[in-house]
Each structure stands twice: as C-alpha cells, then as structure tokens.
C-alpha cells in the first residue's frame, strides 16, 4: 500500500524548500516545474530539481515531478530532463482534458527512458472533470488523479466557500472515476495557512468525499493533513477485533455479528484495508 495522505508541493526553483522537504514527514513530495514557477524561472527550476534530486536523500518518499504542459516546448523539455531519474516515481500531468493527452505523455516518457515511471494526471478544468472517466482509463501507467480546486474555481466562477457546494459534483464525480479504474484520487489544496481549524475540516470533508489523501503548499499543514488521512485508534481496535471474530469463524459466514454490528465480507476487507494502512503508517512512523 502506498501511502498518499499528504501530498506536499515544492517549488522547483527553492533551493531552501528542496533541501528542507528531505526532512519532513510528507507522504509524497511534487517537485514542482509548473504554477509555482514564473515563466521567467522555469528552466532554473528544472535545473534545481535535477540537482536535488542528486544531493539530497528523500528516503522512501513518493518523489512526483510536477512538468508543464507537454504540447509545449517547455512541458517536452521538462519530460526530457525528468524521464531519466530514476528516484522520480512518476510525472504529473497538469490541466489533463482528454485521453490522449495521458497517452501521448506515456508514449514521450518511454520515447525518453522513463519506462519505470507512472502518470498522475492533474483534474483541473471543467472539460477534465466531464471526462475523467476516460481519462482515468487511458494507461495503466496511470496511478493517480489530483483535483487542482484554485484553477477549477475560477473556471467554474465557482466561490471557494467552506463547505465547496459548487465543487460536490466534480469531486464526487472524479472519486467515482477514480475508484471504477483502481487509482488513488487526491483533494486539491487549502490556501488559508493560519487556519488550522478550515484545514482540519477541509481534510475530514474531503475524507468522507472519499478522497485518499490532499494535497498542501506549505510543510505547517503536515502533522493535521496526516492526522486526518489516518484510521483513529478506535477504528484499527475495531477493524482488528471484526478481522479476528470473522477468521475465528472460518471466514465462510455470509454474515455475523459484531460489537454489535451487522458483519458481511465486504466489510471485513475493509477492516483489513484499515489495519494494512495503520500498518504502513506506523512503519512510516508519522
């Protein structure tokens, strides 16, 4: 199980947050090469990542390159440059509107040497979310999908309000697409820095929304967004005592009870899903 509750962006032209994201307790580090870099800067970002990713030591991070639009000399550059790292886990995609855009960055990435990496395919524009169900089907070198809520807000003229009433439909709709073709799908970022309490609901928000994990700009949203993607203590008690109740019986009920509670299959494989992922986590440690 890979583990994707917090998904930290890095700017790719911060020598500073480059070498500091080698010590911080984030699931998955985006090197970033697109938004956070000024046109002006982009291939001083690029050259900035190449080189952290020979100094610095990111242990058993998920390393993702975020790369610019691959229909761009720019995004072919990026692609070119990255396809060769062998530490990058995969590159992701942004503004994906259609099919062919996720298999045109594969058939660039093999063309390259990037044969070992994978997709993450940015959900980002009305259009993506209309057809992120081909989008979530166009390669199996496709993993994840990141819902980018700045850009879809302003394309949808959508406010940005707590509680993202504009926003149910396209998430939900991108959680469904994500879950018909086995990927991971992961929230889009929380702007307000210094409200702990928005964050906190954001991530239980996007928790029940079915998200697996969200992704941050800034390493104070850390120890929070982890926190929240996490099963409680009480429910890895629980997954552990209906697992043991269940194998107890020989696993061949159609249904039993316990703590009270209705048991079926599906949701012992769920509680074995919640103590592999408690499991992981606590290798992890954080």
């Not at 990542?49 to 790369?67: F, G, N, S, W």
């Not at 104070?220 to 929240?228: D, H, Y």
Request: hydrophobic share 45%; proline share 3%; with cysteine.
């Amino acid at each position: 199980m890979t583990l994707r509750r917090s998904v930290l962006y890095i700017p790719g032209n911060n020598a500073k947050a480059l070498a500091k994201a080698a010590g911080l307790p984030a699931d998955v580090l985006i090197l970033d090469l697109e938004d956070a870099v000024a046109p002006a800067d982009k291939d001083a970002a690029r050259t900035g990542v190449l080189q952290a990713l020979r100094e610095h030591d990111y242990a058993d991070r998920e390393i993702v390159v975020r790369i610019n639009d691959i229909h761009t000399d720019t995004g072919r550059e990026d692609m070119q440059a990255i396809a060769a790292q062998s530490r990058v886990s995969a590159v992701l995609l942004p503004k994906v509107e259609s099919a062919d855009s996720v298999q045109h960055a594969r058939h660039l990435l093999v063309e390259q040497g990037g044969k070992h990496m994978g997709l993450w395919a940015m959900i980002e524009t009305p259009r993506g979310v209309m057809q992120v169900d081909s989008i979530a089907a166009a390669d199996k070198s496709l993993a994840v999908l990141v819902m980018g809520t700045n850009d879809l807000a302003k394309a949808m003229r959508v406010p940005q309000t707590p509680a993202r009433e504009g926003f149910q439909y396209a998430l939900s709709r991108c959680v469904l697409a994500a879950r018909c073709h086995g990927l991971d799908v992961i929230d889009g970022v929380y702007i307000h820095l210094d409200d702990e309490a928005g964050l906190q609901a954001a991530c239980e928000q996007g928790l029940r929304l079915g998200f697996d994990g969200k992704t941050l700009i800034h390493p104070k949203q850390l120890a929070i967004t982890n926190q929240a993607f996490a099963p409680s203590a009480a429910a890895v008690e629980s997954a552990r005592r209906m697992v043991a109740a269940w194998d107890a019986a020989g696993g061949d009920k159609g249904v039993m009870v316990v703590d009270g509670r209705l048991v079926e299959a599906l949701h012992v494989e769920e509680a074995r899903r919640t103590l592999a992922l408690a499991e992981r986590i606590a290798v992890r440690g954080s």
